[in-house]
């Protein structure tokens, strides 16, 4: 089911992500159905559906579709999976990231589904990690961060 509409939904990703919001659960699946889009699409408790993704390849459909989400957030992913802001997209960092809204859920589904799929990919776990420090900068500086830093804590660790 996910990888036969992930083509579609990283078009609405690229086209218009604030437009759509039934594109996230099929990009980042996680174990927990969603409450708002796309409730047939989640991975459930046990890992024979993680397992079943990791060898039809789905690790290198999250290296295509992560650089468009955290771009879309005002971050930058660089060749060997560093996360850095993206200076020139500070705005979009404060309107999706900092104020309080549905991305600060999308970025705790993104950060339970780099912790599910990352794996032994070098990459993935750079990106998991870098995102995750990113996220905890940005939690220092901003008070109204505190419910969400929550979220995303649990998320990366599990």
Not at 2 to 18: G, H, M, Q, R, Y
Not at 45 to 55: A, F, N, R, S, Y
Not at 126 to 139: G, N
């Amino acid at each position: 089911m996910i990888n036969s509409e992930w083509d579609e939904a990283l078009k609405k990703l690229v086209d218009s992500p604030e437009n759509n919001h039934d594109f996230v659960q099929i990009l980042f699946p996680n174990r927990n159905a969603s409450k708002h889009a796309n409730e047939h699409v989640f991975l459930g408790q046990g890992d024979d559906v993680i397992k079943d993704l990791i060898q039809s390849d789905f690790q290198s459909k999250l290296k295509d579709s992560l650089p468009k989400m955290l771009s879309h957030w005002g971050f930058k992913i660089d060749s060997t999976g560093n996360v850095t802001l993206d200076s020139y997209k500070f705005d979009n960092t404060k309107k999706y990231v900092i104020i309080k809204n549905h991305n600060q859920l999308r970025i705790t589904r993104v950060l339970e589904c780099l912790r599910l799929f990352k794996g032994n990919d070098t990459y993935l776990k750079t990106i998991s990690e870098s995102f995750y420090k990113q996220l905890c900068d940005l939690d220092i500086n901003y008070d109204n961060l505190s419910d969400a830093f929550s979220k995303w804590t649990s998320a990366h660790f599990g």
